[in-house]
């Protein structure tokens, strides 16, 4: 594709429920970011995949947060057991070497 | 380790005049620079970058940062603002010793009518 993609758009869960959010990088990008961005707040680093290595998680808040990602493919970022402080938007972005191409987000909201 | 910081979380500045939003970063090793936009609801953007080579780089509608080895700085500027430039602007470094993008906290410039 043309550039980074998310889904879905929006999500709206229940406190408690488990969610999926996924991320279709630029095709031959070999990094792939997640980040979190409360309402009015900065970027909140995630989680980093480059390549084969080894992903640094060392951004995920809680171990209810997960992310996965095959190759240079497809990532998912999975938080079980919602809670209200999820609630935020959540960005992929990937790259080949240094420039980041953002996704435009899901926003996720915990009722 | 890499980081960046914006020391200033919100610039308020009136209709044409000067602004500088600053940035401070630290690196044991050599760095790009980069500084992305977000318009309200809208997604990250990127507004210009420092790869090498000349150390004041310009971006899109009007900005330019100046890249300052000594300072470890990479502060935006833009000689007169337009209200179409309110905004926030994140500062981020990459560094090829960690092969990783890190963002400073963001600056949100209010531009007063």
Redesign the interface.
């Known amino acids: 594709g043309a550039g980074v993609s998310q889904s879905p758009s929006n999500k709206v869960t229940e406190k408690g429920k488990d969610v999926e959010l996924r991320c279709d990088p630029i095709s031959g990008h070999t990094?792939l970011?997640w980040?979190r961005q409360r309402l009015g707040?900065?970027?909140e680093?995630l989680i980093?995949f480059?390549g084969n290595s080894a992903p640094?998680k060392s951004g995920l808040p809680s171990d209810r947060f997960s992310a996965e990602r095959t190759g240079e493919s497809v990532s998912t970022l999975t938080i079980q057991r919602t809670q209200q402080e999820d609630s935020a938007v959540y960005?992929c972005?990937s790259?080949s070497h240094?420039?980041?191409f953002?996704?435009?987000?899901t926003r996720l909201t915990v009722l | 380790a890499q980081s960046v910081t914006q020391l200033d979380s919100q610039v308020p500045v009136f209709e044409e005049a000067p602004v500088e939003l600053r940035c401070n970063y630290s690196s044991s090793v050599s760095v790009y620079l980069f500084w992305y936009v977000q318009y309200p609801n809208q997604g990250l953007q990127l507004l210009l970058k420092y790869l090498s080579g000349s150390t004041l780089v310009k971006g899109i509608n009007g900005f330019e940062a100046e890249f300052n080895k000594s300072q470890t700085s990479f502060h935006l500027r833009k000689p007169s603002v337009h209200i179409s430039d309110t905004a926030e602007y994140f500062c981020a470094v990459y560094s090829g010793g960690y092969q990783k993008v890190t963002f400073g906290t963001g600056t949100k410039l209010q531009v007063i009518p």
């Not at chain 1, 953002?102 to 987000?105: A, L, N, S």
């Open positions: 990094a970011y980040y707040q900065g970027l680093f980093y480059q640094d960005l972005a790259s240094n420039e980041q953002f996704g435009p987000g």
